[in-house]
Every structure is written in C-alpha cells, then in structure tokens.
C-alpha cells in the first residue's frame, strides 16, 4: 500500500512584514510585499479619479502621452482623509535595505482611443491599472480594474500591446527619481520625465569649473536595440561608473566617482534615459556627462563602468563579488567589481585608458565607439 505524503502549502502572511524585515524575506514575499502596497496605491488612485487625472492634467503641461508623478504628491494635494493602511503603503518602501523607494503612477495615454463596451451595455471609463509581475524572473505587467465594490480586481493576467493599447492606462511603480538633484519626500520626483541627460543639471550632471579649464567625456551618440522591459514599461537606461589611477593595486569595489554616476555602493546608478518603445533602433543624441577633467592634463586614468537597465526593488543585484564573469579586469591581473540592479543583463561594460602612451593597448576614451547586439554609442571629449 502507498501511502500519499500530505503536501504542505506554506502561506505568505505579507502583513507581517515591515520595511526592515521585509528585507531579509524570500523574493517571492518581496514581490507580493511590493505588489500589496502598490495595489493597495493604486486602489486610492482608482477611488479618487476625478481628483487625481485633474491634478496630474495641470502638471503635465507638455501633454506627455506617458507622464509619472509622485503618489505622495497626489495624496498631499488632494482631498483625501487620513488613512492608517494608505500611509503604511506610502512608508513601505523607505529605508529598505538602505534605500529609498518613492511610490509613483505613470498616466499613459491610449495610442488609439477606443470606446470600451462593458457586459451590461455601458462604456467603460475606467484606466487599467497595471502592476509588476516577475515570472520565472521575466518581467511583465497585470491589469486591474475598479470594481462595483471600489476595489482592484484583476482583469488581464498579462497586458499585451496590441490589445490593451487603446485603453488609458495607470502603470503603479517604484522610482528614486528624487534622490537625484530633485526633492525627496513629499513631493519627490513630480515628473520623472523632467530627469533628462542634457548634462546640464540633469543625471550626468552639470560640471563644474570654467569651460577653458575642463574637458568633459561625454555619450554622444546612441542607439538601444533591444528594449529588455515588457509592455507597458519603458526601458530605464543607466550608468554606473569609475576611474583608477593607474593600475590597481588590488581588486575590490568600484573606484574614484566621477560626474556620471553615484556613490560605490548604489547599484542603481544615473539614468542616461527614459526610452520610449519607438525610440528603439533610432539614433539619439545623448550629450551625457561621463566624467570632466582639467583639459591640459594627461592623467594615467582608467575609466570603467556599465550601462544598463535598471529595475526597482525587489530586482536583484547583479555584478557581486561571486559573479566573476561580471568584474572588470585590468591588464595586470586585478578587477573592479560594479553592481546593478537589474532583471535583465547589462548592455555594455568597458574599461577604457586615458593614459595617451596607453601602453597596454586598451580601447582609448577619446573617440570612442562601441556596439553589440544590445547597444550602440560613442564618446566624445570636449569643453
């Protein structure tokens, strides 16, 4: 006789978790940890409609068919009683891991706008509301919807373009936007859209010094081939990178920060861009600021980093020290660990020389182009 072994199903008490112990959780319960507050959000979001598209129409003053703002923003600037559970959403995301994550919604706009029918007759004006979901560790995205109870209730187990396309949409995500030369807290990152590469006071920054004195490593040129995040995301393009003088001594973490990136232990890095589904394939002017020095130098520096497409908490962090294939060797043997965060691979990494003998043939940073399947791009020095 064979007896059948009970199996026991283990439940995910996703109310239990705070910011700080959430952080040491399965991923399976960050993502539905993530996935519950955002939900809970966007469930504020769908309540308060005629407020919030009203709010979000007066800030989008360039009518941008794909326009992010802060949920903190919303909140404070509607009317809208105090909420014990929707502050706990708002406060979920902060000081996790030691980062801070700003909700926000993305309004995008339908391509094709089109009369949805609902089963009793009626249009239906409602948004989608569309949320992460990681599948096998691919990205993809849900579809919800208001129901007569004023709840979410999910509608599309996968939003696909070509289907879903004519209906408005409200995609509910996680972004850092305000830790980067813009307001954090309340009103973090009202349009992350405004984060450009301009170098001029966008992610790469502005520079400092007189422009006769500096010489500025630019991205000038570029081209994303591959989008590497589903519908209705838009691939966040983004650089993390250093220099050493000379060869290193040792290997070990990152290196000397210049303009275009953070601190050694963000693995978020700067963004270079938003890119939006049909830029793919297209040529774009970057200009942005990699890194500037005194332009009558000729320092034996090594520039290296990793451009690549970065995904919010809970995306894991790629490029640690057990990811050999990841590092950055130098000529002598020792390398440079650079993290990410990332669901996808990184689209480039390099290390350059700006030493002008460059004896060990590396590629030089002056001139300098490269492409893949994934990415094309150059640099350029100049004031």
């Known amino acids: 006789m064979i007896r059948k ?18 952080s040491s959780a399965r991923l399976e319960q960050k993502l539905k940890y993530k996935q519950k507050h955002l939900k809970n959000l966007g469930t504020w979001v769908s309540k308060n409609l005629p407020e919030v598209k009203e709010l979000a129409s007066r800030m989008n003053s360039e009518d941008s068919d794909y326009f992010t703002i802060s949920i903190y923003h919303l909140i404070n600037n509607t009317a809208t009683n105090d909420n014990v559970e929707l502050q706990k959403s708002l406060d ?8 801070n994550w700003y909700p926000s919604v993305t309004f995008i706009k339908p391509n094709t706008p089109s009369i949805q029918v609902r089963v009793d007759g009626n249009q239906n004006d409602k948004p989608i509301i569309a949320l992460e979901k990681i599948v096998n560790g691919e990205q993809t995205y849900e579809g919800y919807e208001q129901n007569e109870l004023d709840e979410l209730e999910l509608i599309y ?11 408005e949409m409200f995609l509910m995500e996680l972004s850092q936007c305000g830790e980067d030369g813009f307001s954090s807290g309340d009103d973090a990152f009202l349009n992350c859209d405004d984060v450009i590469a301009d170098g001029n006071g966008g992610n790469g920054g502005s520079g400092s010094g007189s422009t006769s004195t500096t010489a500025r490593i630019r991205i000038n040129k570029m081209t994303v ?11 966040e393009v983004h650089f993390i990178g250093f220099t050493s003088t000379g060869l290193p001594v040792n290997s070990g973490y990152c290196g000397d920060n210049i303009a275009g990136s953070l601190n050694c232990y963000n693995p978020n890095g700067k963004r270079i861009d938003r890119f939006k589904r049909r830029w793919i394939g297209d040529e774009r002017t970057m200009n942005y600021l990699v890194k500037e ?4 130098a000729n320092p034996d520096h090594y520039l290296f980093y990793r451009i690549f497409e970065q995904d919010s908490w809970p995306a894991p962090k790629k490029g640690k020290l057990e990811d050999f294939d990841e590092h950055i060797y130098f000529p002598n043997g020792e390398y440079r660990i650079i993290e990410y965060r990332s669901w996808q691979g990184s689209y480039d990494k390099q290390l350059l020389s700006q030493n002008y003998n460059n004896p060990y043939e590396l590629p030089f940073t002056n001139g300098f182009s490269a492409e893949n399947g994934d990415i094309k791009y150059n640099l350029t020095r100049g004031q």
């Not at 199903?9 to 959430?22: G, L, M, R």
């Not at 979920?92 to 980062?99: C, H, I, R, S």
């Not at 020095?293 to 009558?296: K, T």
């Open 293 to 296: 020095d005194p332009s009558a």
């Open 92 to 99: 979920a995301f902060l000081n996790l891991e030691d980062e």
């Open 5 to 22: 072994m009970k199996t026991r199903v283990t439940q995910i008490d996703i109310e239990e978790f705070t910011a700080s112990s959430i």
């Open 157 to 167: 187990e996968t939003l696909v373009e070509e289907e879903h396309s004519s209906r």
């Open 225 to 235: 081939k591959q989008h590497k995040e589903r519908w209705p995301g838009r691939s």
